[in-house]
């Protein structure tokens, strides 16, 4: 098991810039795939981001494309999602989430959440 702790939201003005951590406490981020996901009330949800267990593979939904960017650091059990250009419709609960059943697929099925951290974007 793990458990995933968000931080890093807040209310920013579009075009400025967000970095989000998520640290990972139990089973080692090494074994697993990971991921970002964004969902507010009334709207699906949407993946963000997700990547390998080593970071080395990585994909992007196409709001996020050239805007975020996904990371990892293992030996510190924390993965993170630098925002940048941030538009008034990035605003959303952004989750954290883990797939342990894998370290390489990336098909977005997690198995564990974050508690979720508000960004908001006001225009």
């Known amino acids: 098991q793990v458990q995933l702790v968000e931080s890093g939201g807040g209310t920013v003005q579009a075009g400025g810039s967000l970095r989000l951590s998520c640290a990972a406490f139990?089973?080692?981020?090494?074994?697993?795939?990971m991921g970002w996901v964004r969902q507010a009330p009334g709207k699906e949800r949407e993946s963000v981001a997700v990547l390998n267990w080593n970071g080395s593979r990585k994909i992007y939904s196409d709001s996020a494309k050239g805007r975020f960017t996904i990371s990892r650091d293992n030996a510190k059990n924390t993965m993170y999602l630098e925002m940048n250009s941030l538009k008034p419709e990035d605003t959303d609960v952004y989750y954290c989430a883990a797939d342990l059943r894998t370290k390489y697929v990336l098909d977005s099925a997690y198995d564990y959440w974050g508690q979720g951290t508000q960004v908001t974007v006001s225009s």
């Open positions: 139990g089973r080692p981020l090494s074994d697993y795939a």
